[in-house]
């Protein structure tokens, strides 16, 4: 399976700033997911990453707020904008062939807000 | 629409005994379904699925699951638990889609 790289692995910022994650794949894919995992909780799916044109956000997820890049088949950032308190989560980066095919993830960012 | 559920927040069990997570499934069409697990300070690891055919699927590190088509269930299975397979559960399901729906996870405990 593909090799998932996520930078940084955590971080702890101030409200009101903003901070980019990368997510890096040793191989091209076809698809890229970027969850979030609020702490105690399952994985809520923010959007799918795609290559060549805007991503595509689930229900109360929005663009302002988790910008998305994906300027090739191996690459991709979530930016978490103006960042509160309650954007602390761990955010993953998975890829895909989608249908059947199992998802394989990063080991997250682990996002501090104070 | 599509959903799981995880009945259980804790599984523990001595190692050595037999291990059992509880996952059921909602989706419209066939289920894919799938199992994770997700050590401290790590993402979500697969360990297997299922798509169609066996009802008993066999995975990583000696895991199995049972997929169940009257009970839409598909309980993940290891028949001698090790302490090193403490850790958080996820079951997941998507119907001939890309998009994942993932249980609330179930933590296991094994003691020595």
């Known amino acids: 399976s593909a090799v998932i790289s996520q930078k940084p692995s955590r971080d702890i910022c101030q409200r009101g700033t903003s901070l980019t994650i990368q997510c890096q794949v040793d191989?091209?894919?076809?698809?890229m997911f970027w969850y979030r995992q609020q702490p105690g909780q399952s994985l809520t799916l923010i959007a799918t990453?795609?290559?060549?044109?805007?991503?595509?956000?689930e229900s109360g997820f929005v663009i302002d707020k988790f910008p998305i890049s994906r300027p090739n088949l191996t690459f991709s950032t979530l930016t978490v904008s103006n960042m509160s308190p309650e954007d602390s989560s761990i955010y993953l980066c998975?890829?895909?062939?989608?249908?059947?095919?199992?998802?394989?993830f990063g080991d997250g960012t682990r996002l501090s807000i104070l | 629409a599509q959903s799981v559920a995880q009945p259980e927040d804790q599984v523990n069990v001595a190692e050595g005994n037999p291990l059992t997570v509880k996952c059921t499934y909602s989706?419209?069409?066939?289920?894919?379904l799938f199992w994770y697990v997700q050590y401290p300070n790590r993402g979500l690891q697969f360990l297997l699925k299922y798509i169609t055919g066996d009802n008993l699927v066999k995975g990583s590190y000696g895991f199995e699951a049972e997929f169940n088509k009257s009970q839409t269930s598909f309980h993940l299975k290891k028949p001698s638990a090790l302490v090193s397979d403490s850790a958080l559960y996820f079951c997941a399901v998507t119907s001939n889609d890309y998009k994942l729906s993932f249980g609330a996870g179930t933590t296991v405990t094994v003691r020595a």
């Open positions: 990453a795609n290559q060549g044109s805007e991503a595509t956000y």
């Open positions: 998975s890829v895909g062939a989608g249908g059947n095919q199992p998802q394989h």
């Open positions: 989706v419209s069409g066939n289920p894919y």
């Open positions: 191989s091209q894919v076809t698809m």
